[in-house]
């Protein structure tokens, strides 16, 4: 039974400003539920339909499909919806590869390119205050749970990179060097920019190394590669030298 | 003004069926329709709040914002919405790279897939029949245009695998050889499956070469590479072999 209170606070934390007032955030869907509740990610309340899931009794609420379908966010919603605390970041392992985004705007490609930042074993992913929050709903939903194994980290990006004086700092742009036909480093930020603007002018400036994945098909025409994709092809370029290059 | 049996068409064309038995489709958003009017594309009415729009006036209708919202499938309508003649496909050059979809689902992901085609130069996607339509208008809306570049069929794919002997069929596996290790010939059908369950078995069975992205995360729990990413990586490792290795 749900009581107005939790119904309250469940469908506040569609908005920003409540998860981070109250530090939770929703994840549905039975695959990312488990995975959550397998991580080091702790549970607040798990609200599900069948009780199957594998949590503690006081943190556990039997619902109806009826009040499953008043909290939840999904049109179809799942079996179960859980409210879990959003963790503490981690510090940021600037000897490794990390990426970075500025502006990304997409909750869907957000979601994806946390899920390619797990599958390429990036473990930082480090984002600009303007970037769409990791736990909005739609972003925990792409990321298939991988939000569990990424660390998030929302910083003023400028001055991250402008203190960052010994790493090499790789933007994405239309303009940059071939990277099929460039040296990699297993090391540096590879900079992402916005849907539409690209890289804004201020992060620009302190990127060292323009990147660019060359088009083959009709130039004049196709204008550019989804934010997400070009994130797939850049982290495979940088990965695949790691393993084949030696 | 819009009359009701015009509203009635529009409206209809949501639907698979209607498209097919009319053989018109609609695309929306300016970028879009700019793309489409530039093309080889035929425009059978195009419905604008702006008159910006270089279209013969015969095919050309002036409507309010309100009676674009009436017709519009987006959530916020944008200037214009086009109705287009959907073309014939065109016979499918066996002698380059083709990318094949077995049972995609997802109208983002085969727009992505149509908008990577274009970038990487692919002219033929060739889909099986369970394949979402691609004059579907979440489709249209995530090609950005590349539709119009890029010559979709439709076919019982099975069959056509089956009758293309001397061709290699790449498909795309989780304990497929590494690609990253492999030659690419510059021809060949690179064959991606469903989002949830890959490649069926009775395509699977037409498969001659078995690939697979490697991950560098922790395997153990990082599922697989979204449909559109992976095509993205696999289109990057093709091309890039062309350019490079010789």
């Known amino acids: 039974m749900l009581s107005k209170s939790e119904i309250k606070l469940i469908t506040s934390l569609k908005q920003k400003k409540y998860r981070l007032q109250h530090q939770l955030f929703v994840a549905e869907g039975k695959k990312t539920i488990l995975e959550l509740l397998n991580s080091k990610l702790k549970l607040y309340q798990l609200y599900t339909t069948t009780l199957e899931f594998d949590?503690?009794?006081?943190?556990?609420?039997?619902?109806?499909?009826?009040?499953?379908?008043?909290?939840?966010?999904?049109?179809?919603?799942?079996?179960?919806?859980?409210?879990?605390?959003?963790?503490?970041?981690?510090?940021?392992?600037?000897?490794?590869?990390?990426?970075?985004?500025?502006?990304?705007?997409?909750?869907?490609?957000?979601?994806?390119?946390?899920?390619?930042?797990d599958w390429f074993g990036v473990k930082d992913l480090v984002c600009n205050l303007e970037t769409v929050d990791c736990y909005n709903p739609k972003v925990i939903q792409a990321t298939m749970g991988s939000i569990t194994r990424v660390n998030v980290s929302y910083v003023d990006l400028i001055e991250l990179l402008s203190t960052k004086?010994?790493?090499?700092?790789?933007?994405?742009?239309?303009?940059?060097?071939?990277?099929?036909?460039?040296?990699?480093?297993?090391?540096?930020?590879?900079?992402?920019?916005?849907?539409?603007?690209?890289?804004?002018?201020?992060?620009?400036?302190q990127i060292?190394?323009?990147?660019?994945?060359?088009?083959?098909?009709?130039?004049?025409?196709?204008?550019?590669?989804?934010?997400?994709?070009?994130?797939?092809?850049?982290?495979?370029?940088?990965?695949?030298?790691?393993?084949?290059e030696t």
Chains 1, 2 share one sequence.
């Open 165 to 205: 004086n010994k790493i090499e700092k790789f933007g994405a742009f239309m303009d940059g060097v071939n990277v099929y036909n460039m040296k990699l480093p297993n090391s540096g930020i590879l900079v992402l920019g916005n849907e539409a603007n690209g890289i804004c002018k201020e992060v620009e400036s």
């Open 208 to 244: 060292t190394q323009r990147i660019s994945i060359p088009g083959f098909g009709d130039m004049q025409a196709t204008e550019s590669l989804n934010v997400a994709n070009a994130t797939a092809i850049f982290l495979s370029e940088f990965k695949r030298r790691a393993t084949t």
């Open 55 to 117: 949590a503690s009794d006081a943190l556990q609420t039997k619902i109806t499909p009826k009040e499953l379908d008043r909290i939840s966010f999904l049109k179809t919603p799942n079996i179960a919806l859980g409210v879990f605390k959003i963790p503490k970041p981690q510090p940021i392992d600037f000897s490794k590869l990390i990426v970075a985004l500025d502006d990304v705007r997409d909750p869907g490609n957000l979601g994806t390119i946390i899920r390619l930042c």
